[in-house]
């Protein structure tokens, strides 16, 4: 499991993260640099990307077909409930909306969707994804 290059990158990349989130906190990034938060949600897509996708296709827990649908369906559904569910908690954890609070949620969704399907896309061409047309694979 140690071995495999997915979970491998998984563990930088979350390390890369922290180390971001800390700086930013530390250094008050998220608010001096607009673009901060943006490249985070990228990094946070691509990181929920790779979560969904190492657990439910090389971890051995779940068995997946590697199909292009299932690594679809995974992945929209991570990002559905990863990304709605972060910005739920935003506002139930009481953080201050700003005045242009929608266009911040829509463009935080946006940037986790296009970091997970950064993800998708890597996996798919590193992984030799099949893709199924008519129930048979092509």
Not at 5 to 29: E, N
Not at 34 to 43: A, E, K, R
Not at 84 to 98: D, H, S, T, Y
Request: proline letters at 1%; zero cysteines; charged letters at 10%.
């Amino acid at each position: 499991m140690y071995k495999n290059t997915l979970f491998i990158s998984w563990v930088a990349l979350l390390f890369l993260i922290a180390v971001l989130h800390i700086s930013a906190l530390q250094f008050s990034l998220y608010w001096v640099y607009s673009w901060f938060d943006i490249m985070m949600h990228f990094l946070g897509g691509v990181f929920v990307g790779l979560s969904a996708l190492w657990f439910f296709f090389q971890s051995g827990h779940i068995k997946r077909t590697q199909t292009l649908q299932n690594v679809i369906l995974v992945i929209a559904g991570a990002i559905i409930a990863v990304g709605v569910g972060w910005e739920v908690f935003e506002v139930l954890a009481g953080i201050p909306m700003e005045a242009n609070f929608v266009a911040d949620t829509i463009l935080d969704l946006v940037m986790d969707g296009i970091g997970a399907t950064t993800a998708s896309i890597v996996f798919i061409k590193l992984y030799n994804t099949k893709e199924v047309v008519s129930g048979e694979e092509a």
